[in-house]
Structure formats: structure tokens, C-alpha cells
């Protein structure tokens, strides 16, 4: 899309948007599930230091790829391998346009900001002995700088993913020597963080270790789709998620003795995971099993024991004696490693996107056991969740509140921060600018956080939207758009244009939450039922089979009052 197509998009042409949404929405199959009592809008605040941020992350959004001496990661070489594939080479050019993004995140009133250090872009070989770019870290210096000038905390992730392609290279990555205590990656990642911490920590109050390490475990070296692409599915995830741990605990220890005194910051490890509710009564171990072995997996060493969940063990103890083996593929940890790793999380970074239905699928023998297999759960969706455009991202907002009350519970009542949520969208023309179905999805989440919190005392202490900007999404690259603002990746300059969420999130951080009376909230109220794509007749009990039709009237007072949102915005 060009500049002045999508300038007129934020002005004249936003009727002719209103008319696509409508079109839209007549498609949007008609959404059953409303629970009265469970997907009630909760009115009412988050606690006055409440944290409202947005999130993205180096190789998503930086571009300049090879600038100076930044070293390739092994995203840049996955990117690079066939010339039809997105790249990250510029991305949203973020490297030169970071002034324009923060600006953005001041429009919208944000005071925090979370995103990640480019771990080459600092050491270009992932080794400090081996040189320091020195334009990396002016370049994280002039951005952290930046948002302090204009009121915004940055919460920093060391690890989103892009490891210096040279430590895969040398050490096999996160897959190096993982039963030995001499492991090279867990010092290397030491090191890293230790440099970030001298140079910046004096600005940087927080810190997230590892972004998502299910994900690098599991789709890095486990399927094997995502960078590096290791594929050994049966046992590949559990070394790599084994010296992933060792490695946060070695940076929260470095951070521990060398510097909290003097910089009094926090350091937590942001882990993912789908909500699994059970699909029948007779399901619900099965969940638990799923979100143990998912969240568990990492949560359970660091925020309980320094050791795998119970059922973890005793579930690949089961599947070695099956499999005719002398040792579990899952690692074990020394008795002072497990010390090591106990209560390595000052805070708990969540990101959560969606739910599944699981289903028990206990104990078929599996001929070429992987992780998925290993859980014994099968899962699925049930046909009313609407979905979003990325093929795994179902609409479940009451998800997210019993992942919370979940974590509340099983370690010990933790401070959580919510480090991502959010919703994409296909990249189409013309582009999707008034994103209802976005600002559905943030209004029913946070609404859903907010009942975690003061209704199930959850102690969050912060939530993220993801992303600030439509970015490269790994291996769908820009096909798929995350976003509150709208980014031109066939224009060379980049320029970022607001969507119509990015005002409803302005007015939400405005508000904190949902207060009783405010005039953002009676806008809520009237969207609500549209949102849960439902009505008020249907919820009450009178179904006239009139769901579509009411949902058009919503529609038809929510337009409005969009655009004058947009007008006072
Ligand atoms: C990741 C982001 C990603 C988002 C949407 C999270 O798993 O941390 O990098 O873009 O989900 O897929």
C-alpha cells in the first residue's frame, strides 16, 4: 500500500473501510459460546501502577542486518537460505527509525516499552574475546536514551531468538555438551548478559533472560522448522530446553552478585504457553499434563524446584522403559544445578496467545516418540472459537484467566508480567487499518486479565500487547500482521501508520481498565456482545436466530463512536 493510499484510509476512506468490515463481519461464523457469568465485562481498574507496554523483538523490527560488525544470527542464515522467503535484512527498519517508534508508544501514552538486544549485533561471533561492535552498542545506548527522554521504562529481553550463527556453528548452539557442568553456551550467555548489564543496566530496570525458550527448544532444535533447524524430535528439545535453563540461572546469578546492589533492576524469563482446558471431565488430567509439559517444563526448575515437573519425569521414565532405554530422554539435573536454578525469577514473564482442547491419549507405544507424542494428549478446537489469521491462534479470552489462576497456584503466587498477547491479521489490500477484530481481541483479553486480578487476586503486574509494529513474522514473514500500527514494507521509508487499536489501546491505558461510567466504557458495553459475536437477546435467553442482524446493529453504533474516538484521540 502507498503513503497517500493509507493516509486516506485515516481520513477520507475510513467509510469505505466501515464497508469492508461490514462485509467482513458477515462472514465471521456466528460464535455460540457465550457463557453469561463467564464472559460477563468485569467493570472496574487495574491497581494504579499497573504497566502498560508493548512489545517486539531485534530481528523482527530492526533491520540493517549487516550494519557495521553486527555477526549474522542463525535467523539471518534460515532467512537467506532461498531467495522467496521474507527477510529480516530491513524489516521495519527500526535500527534508523527508532525515534518514529517511540513516538508512536508516546502517542499512546505508554510508559514501558519491552524489546530485545540483538545478541551479534553486540558480540558478532557471540564471544567477547573475539570483539565488540561498538556501533551495537551505541545503538542500544542512543534507543534506551531515547525513551528515557521521553518518560518510557525499557524492559529488555537478552535472548528473542537470533543466536549468533557462529556459536551453532562452533558449540552446536543450545544443543552444546548439555550433561556436562563445563557446558561453553551457558558461560558464553553469562558473558553476554553480563556486558548488557555493564552497559546499560544503569537505565535498564528489567530484564527478561530468554523470550519463549519452548519455542527455540522445541521448533529450533526439536521439529527443527524454526532457526537453527535441528531436527531430532526425540530428544533435541530436552537438551536444548536443559542448557537453556542453566543459562537463565547463570544470568540471574551474575545479576544477583555482581549488580542488583548497585542497580536494583529485576531479572524473569518470559515462557509461553497455550491454556489446555479439558475437552470432557474425563479429560482433565490430560490438560494438566499439556500445560505441565509446556509451561512446566520451564517454570516448574525456576519458579519451584529447580527440577522438571513430577509428571514430566515419571511420564519419560515410562516412555524409556517402552522404548527399551537405559535413560530418560529427559536430562536430569545435578543436586547443585537444581539449586542453581530454584528461584532464579524476581518476576514471571507470560506470553499467551490462545487455548486448546485436549484430549486424553494415554499410552499408545509410539514407533518415533517426540514431544508431542511424549504428552499422550491429543488437541484440538472446539467450532465456535473464531481464529485469527495465523493458522494456530484461536479466540479463547477466558484462556488467559485460567492460565493465570493456574500460575497463582502452582508456584506460589508469583508477580506475573503479561509480556505479550495480541492478534494478527492477513496482510490483504487494502489494508486492514479499522482492525475490529483486534480491538475485540485486546477489550476481551485485558478484560479477562482484569478479572485475574481483582477478582482472583492474581498478582499482574503488567500487560504487553504484541506488537507495536506489524513486523516479520518468522517463518510466515510479513504475511501476517500483529500490529496497533500499520507498516508499508513495499515503501523504503518504512513510514508507520496508526490502526484504529492503537487508539481503543491509548484510551485503555488512559483508563486503566474499565472503569464504572467513563464514556470509554459505555463504548465497551455497546461493543461487547458484538465482540463476543453474539447479542444481548442470546445471551438473555430470547433467540430469535437474529445473531448476524444484531450483530450489524452493534456494528453500526460501534462505527461512530470509533471515529469520534479517533477525533478526541
Ligand atoms: C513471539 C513473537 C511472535 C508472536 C506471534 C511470540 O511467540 O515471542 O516473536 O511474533 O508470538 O507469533
Same mark, same amino acid.
Given at each position: 500500500m502507498s503513503a497517500t493510499a493509507s493516509d486516506s484510509i485515516m481520513e477520507t476512506g475510513t467509510f469505505v473501510n466501515c464497508f469492508l468490515l461490514v462485509i467482513s463481519l458477515v462472514i465471521i461464523p456466528v460464535n455460540g459460546g457465550y457463557d453469561k457469568e463467564r464472559d460477563a465485562l468485569l467493570k472496574g481498574t487495574f491497581p494504579q501502577d499497573f504497566i502498560w507496554s508493548s512489545a517486539t523483538a531485534a530481528y523482527q523490527i530492526e533491520g540493517a542486518w549487516n550494519v557495521s560488525d553486527k555477526g549474522p544470527s542463525v535467523w539471518d542464515t534460515l532467512a537467506h537460505q532461498d531467495n522467496n522467503r521474507d527477510t529480516g535484512d530491513v524489516a521495519c527498519d527500526s535500527y534508523h527509525k527508532y525515534p518514529a517508534d517511540i513516538q508512536l508508544m508516546k502517542q499512546m501514552g505508554l510508559k514501558y516499552y519491552r524489546f530485545s538486544i540483538s545478541w551479534p549485533r553486540i558480540f558478532p561471533t557471540g564471544e567477547q574475546q573475539d570483539g565488540v561492535n561498538q556501533d551495537g552498542v551505541r545503538y542500544y545506548n542512543a534507543l534506551i536514551n531515547e525513551l528515557i527522554a521521553n518518560d518510557i521504562q525499557p524492559m529488555v529481553?537478552? /535472548?528473542?531468538?537470533?543466536?549468533p550463527q557462529v556459536l551453532q556453528d562452533r558449540y552446536g548452539g543450545f544443543l552444546n555438551n548439555h550433561t556436562t557442568n563445563t557446558t561453553v553456551i551457558h558461560d558464553l550467555f553469562g558473558d553476554y548478559a553480563r556486558f548488557c548489564y555493564q552497559n546499560f543496566g544503569d537505565r535498564v530496570k528489567y530484564w527478561i533472560t530468554f523470550n519463549e525458550p519452548w519455542i527455540t527448544s522445541w521448533l529450533g532444535y526439536g521439529v527443527g522448522n524454526f532457526a537453527p533447524q535441528h531436527n531430532e524430535p526425540a530428544e533435541g528439545q530436552y537438551k536444548a530446553a536443559h542448557n537453556i535453563i542453566l543459562s537463565h540461572a547463570k544470568a540471574y546469578h551474575i545479576y544477583d552478585d555482581e549488580f542488583r546492589a548497585a542497580q536494583n533492576g529485576q531479572v524473569g524469563i518470559t515462557l509461553n504457553c497455550d491454556w489446555g482446558t479439558p475437552k470432557?471431565?474425563?479429560?482433565a488430567d490430560a490438560a494438566i499434563r499439556y500445560v505441565q509439559f509446556f509451561?512446566?517444563? /520451564?517454570?516448574?526448575?525456576?519458579?519451584?524446584?529447580?527440577?522438571?515437573?513430577e509428571v514430566m519425569k515419571t511420564t519419560m521414565a515410562r516412555k524409556a522403559q517402552e522404548e527399551g532405554r537405559t535413560t530418560s530422554r529427559l536430562p536430569e539435573f545435578t543436586p547443585e544445578q537444581k539449586l542453581s536454578i530454584s528461584g532464579t525469577g524476581d518476576f514471571f514473564g507470560l506470553n499467551h496467545y490462545t487455548t486448546v482442547e485436549v484430549t486424553d491419549a494415554c499410552c499408545t507405544p509410539i514407533e518415533n516418540p517426540n514431544y508431542d507424542t511424549d504428552k499422550d494428549v491429543g488437541t484440538g478446537h472446539a467450532p465456535d472459537w473464531p481464529r485469527a489469521a495465523s493458522s494456530w491462534l484461536y479466540v479463547v479470552p477466558w484462556g488467559i484467566r485460567n492460565l493465570l489462576g493456574f500460575i497463582k497456584e502452582e508456584y506460589g503466587d508469583p508477580e506475573i508480567y503479561v509480556t505479550e498477547n495480541g492478534r494478527s491479521d492477513h496482510d490483504q489490500d487494502p489494508a486492514i487499518m479499522m482492525d475490529m477484530e483486534r480491538i475485540c481481541y485486546y477489550m476481551m483479553y485485558t478484560n479477562e486479565v482484569m478479572k485475574a486480578s481483582n477478582m482472583d487476586n492474581v498478582k499482574v503486574k503488567a500487560y504487553t500487547a504484541w506488537s507495536l509494529l506489524d513486523n /516479520?513474522?518468522?517463518?510466515?514473514g510479513y504475511s501476517e500482521r500483529f500490529g496497533l500500527h500499520y507498516v508499508d514494507f513495499n515503501d523504503p521509508t518504512r513510514t508507520r501508520y496508526p490502526k484504529a487499536s492503537s487508539v481503543f489501546f491509548k484510551q485503555l491505558v488512559r483508563n486503566n481498565g474499565y472503569p464504572e461510567g467513563s464514556e470509554f466504557t459505555k463504548y465497551v458495553e455497546n461493543m461487547w456482545y458484538f465482540c463476543h459475536n453474539t447479542t444481548e437477546a442470546e445471551v438473555n435467553g430470547y433467540t430469535g436466530g437474529a445473531s448476524q442482524i444484531s450483530s450489524l446493529f452493534s456494528l453500526f453504533l460501534a462505527i461512530p463512536m470509533m471515529i469520534a474516538y479517533s477525533l478526541i484521540a
Open positions: 529481553t537478552l /535472548f528473542h531468538w537470533d543466536l470432557t471431565p474425563a479429560d509451561l512446566g517444563w /520451564f517454570a516448574h526448575p525456576i519458579y519451584k524446584n529447580g527440577d522438571y515437573p /516479520f513474522e518468522w517463518l510466515s
